[in-house]
C-alpha cells in the first residue's frame, strides 16, 4: 500500500484525490492546510487525519510520498521537509515563484535520493504522445500559441508576489509545451501591458504579455497570453514544420498537410495517468513512466522567469 499525505487542499488536491481514492493500492493518511476549514473538508472525503502543518504530517502520518498542491509562494520549505525524510514529491506546476527556491529544493530532492514529479499534467496525454512521435526529427520553424483567459477567481493569483504572474502561473503549460514537443529554449524577450485591471482590488500582475523565443534548434516562438477577457479560456499552440502545421487546442491535436486535415482526441484523463504514473514509481522504484520530474520543471520555471525579467528591463534574456 503506498501512503499518500496532500499538502494544500483547494481545487487541484481535490482533482488528485478524485483518482487516487479509485486507486486500491493507495492509502491517504494524512493533510494540511493553512485554511483549517478546507483541510477537515479534505479529510472528510479522502477518510484521513488533519495535521497542523507540513512537518506534523510528515512526522506523524509517516507517508511514503507527499502531494504539494499550493499557490506558487508557498514552495520551498514544504518540499525540502519532505526531501529530508525521505518523502517522494509530486509538486504542482509551477514548482516555485522563483529560480533560487526550485534550485535549492532541486538540491535536496537529488541529495535524498527521492522521487519526484511536477504537475505538468498535459504531459501525461495520449494526443501529446501523438504529437511528439508526428515531431520526432522534424524540423520545427515556428511556433505560435496563445492563452486567452479571464481573472482566475483565487486573491493570490492577482498578486505578484504569491503567484508570479500569469506567464509563471497559468501560460507555464505552453512554455512546457513547447518545450517538451521542439526542444530547449536558448533566448526570452517579452513584452506587457498593464491598466486595464485597475478596478480589481490587489491586482498587480501583467493584463496581457506577447513573449517571443528562440528555439537551440534555430526555430521561433511566440506565446500571447491575457487575463483580461470576459469568456471562457481558449488555448492553442500552433507548431508549423515545412511537411504539416500541428495545432494544440486543449488536448487535442489537429495535423494539417496538404489539403488534408486529421485529427485526434484525447481518450486518456491526463490527471488519471499523471497520478497512476507517479504511484507506479513510488511504489516500483522505478521512474521511467514520470514524464516530468522536479529538474525538468525547474527549466520550464526558468523559462517564464527570463519572459517576467525581460518584460521587466526590456532587455532579450539568454538561458
Ligand atoms: N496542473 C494543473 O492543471 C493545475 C490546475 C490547477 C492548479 N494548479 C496549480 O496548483 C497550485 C494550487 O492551485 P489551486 O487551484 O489548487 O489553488 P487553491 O487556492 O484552490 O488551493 C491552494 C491551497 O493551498 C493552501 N495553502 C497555501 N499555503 C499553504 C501552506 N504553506 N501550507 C499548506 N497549505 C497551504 C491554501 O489555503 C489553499 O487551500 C497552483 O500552483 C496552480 O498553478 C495546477
Redesign the pocket.
Known amino acids: 500500500m503506498v501512503k499518500i499525505g496532500f ?7 481535490r ?1 488528485h484525490l478524485k483518482h487516487l481514492r479509485g486507486m486500491s493500492d493507495v492509502k491517504i493518511v494524512g493533510t ?4 483549517a476549514g ?1 483541510a477537515k473538508a479534505f479529510a472528510a472525503d479522502a477518510g484521513c487525519e488533519v495535521y497542523a ?2 512537518v506534523a504530517l510528515y512526522e506523524k502520518a509517516k507517508p511514503d510520498a507527499v502531494y504539494v ?4 509562494f ?1 514552495h520551498g520549505a ?1 518540499e525540502e521537509g519532505a526531501a529530508a525524510r525521505g518523502i517522494h514529491l509530486f509538486v ?3 514548482v516555485a515563484i522563483d529560480t533560487a527556491t526550485a534550485a535549492r529544493v532541486s538540491g535536496a530532492i537529488k541529495r535524498a535520493g527521492i522521487l519526484s514529479s511536477a ?3 498535459y504531459r501525461y496525454c495520449d494526443t501529446i504522445d501523438t504529437a511528439r512521435g508526428l515531431l520526432k526529427g522534424r524540423a520545427v520553424s515556428l511556433v505560435s500559441g496563445a492563452w486567452i483567459g479571464g481573472l482566475p477567481p ?1 486573491a ?1 493569483w492577482r498578486r505578484r508576489a504569491q503567484s508570479g504572474g500569469q506567464l509563471l ?2 501560460t507555464t ?1 505552453l512554455f512546457d509545451m513547447v518545450r517538451y514537443l521542439c526542444g530547449p529554449v536558448q533566448e526570452v524577450h517579452a513584452m506587457a501591458a498593464r491598466g486595464c485591471m485597475s478596478r480589481v482590488e490587489g491586482f498587480d500582475v501583467d493584463d496581457s504579455s506577447v513573449v517571443t523565443l528562440r528555439l537551440k534548434t534555430g526555430a521561433v516562438a511566440s506565446i500571447t497570453s491575457t487575463c483580461v477577457t470576459n469568456h471562457p479560456t481558449r488555448t492553442h499552440l500552433e507548431i508549423v514544420t515545412p511537411e504539416f502545421t500541428l495545432t494544440l487546442t486543449g488536448c487535442t491535436v489537429r495535423i494539417e498537410e496538404d489539403h488534408r486535415v486529421t485529427e485526434h482526441r484525447p481518450e486518456c484523463d491526463m490527471y488519471a495517468e499523471e497520478s497512476r504514473a507517479f504511484i507506479e514509481a513510488v511504489r516500483t522504484g522505478k521512474k521511467n513512466g514520470i514524464r516530468s520530474a522536479y529538474a525538468d520543471a525547474v527549466k520550464t520555471l526558468q523559462v517564464t522567469c527570463a519572459a517576467n525579467e525581460s518584460a521587466e528591463t526590456g532587455m532579450p534574456v539568454k538561458l
Open positions: 499538502v494544500g487542499c483547494g481545487g487541484i488536491a482533482e494540511c492546510d493553512t485554511h478546507r502543518d507540513s498542491a499550493v499557490p506558487p508557498a514544504i504542482e506546476k509551477p504537475g505538468y499534467c483565487t493570490w502561473e497559468q503549460h
